[in-house]
């Protein structure tokens, strides 16, 4: 059972989309343990109209919040408060993609942040990296606030057009692999996912 926990450099990287990819490369189960916006959409719905195979099941959410905002916040005009001790790994056989929301230092609370339930599951991360101004310095202090917690990262996903003198500090100071690439696509869909998910398989079995 292998278990990978997808994290970004910040907001709307393309965290939910190489998800899907890795759920179906591995047809691995997938879950998002804290959802935000769900009045709009979640994650988990649009994982679920990617994935082809039939054996990754998606696990519901252990907090689901209507705002799209912070999730201390959202949870806090709902009245709710997350608890990470309410936070558990699904009960799976399969192989196992969690996703995370926003960055790592998103605060679910007062005292902990999404950076906390990955200590918790003890998964390894993928870090997706979006290249735009200002987004080496987002990447380093991610990588270094995995370091510093003694964090197994099992690679980088870069998405997005390939910049090049970007992508070479940032492997070169990490010492990390680049362990699959996605391109700016015009359209995502089942055929595109899968597509990708044949690329990427190699390198996560």
């Not at 399969?94 to 998964?123: C, H, R, W, Y």
């Not at 990588?143 to 003694?150: E, F, G, P, Q, S």
């Not at 992508?167 to 690439?181: A, H, K, T």
Request: glycine share 6%; with cysteine; aromatic share 8%.
């Amino acid at each position: 059972m292998k278990k990978f926990f997808v994290t970004g450099i910040g907001t709307d990287v393309g965290k939910t989309v190489i998800s899907a990819i890795l759920a179906e490369a591995l047809q691995a189960d997938y879950w998002k343990p804290v959802q935000t916006g769900s009045f709009f959409s979640t994650d988990s719905e649009i994982v679920r109209r990617y994935i082809t195979n039939k054996k990754t099941f998606i696990h519901p959410e252990a907090y689901i919040l209507k705002q799209n905002m912070s999730p201390h916040a959202a949870a806090e005009l709902e009245g709710k408060k997350i608890v990470l001790e309410n936070i558990n790994l699904p009960h799976t056989t399969n192989s196992l993609i969690i996703e995370g929301a926003g960055g790592l230092m998103v605060p679910l609370n007062d005292n902990e942040f999404m950076v906390d339930i990955i200590l918790k599951t003890q998964a390894e991360v993928v870090l997706v990296i979006q290249n735009y101004l200002g987004s080496i310095n987002h990447s380093i202090l991610t990588i270094d606030a995995l370091r510093y917690r003694k964090i197994n990262v099992f690679g980088i996903v870069f998405n997005g057009p390939p910049h090049q003198l970007s992508e070479d500090i940032l492997l070169s100071y990490s010492n990390i692999p680049c362990v699959g690439r996605l391109n700016k696509e015009s359209v995502i869909n089942k055929e595109v996912v899968l597509a990708y998910a044949n690329l990427f398989r190699s390198n996560f079995i």
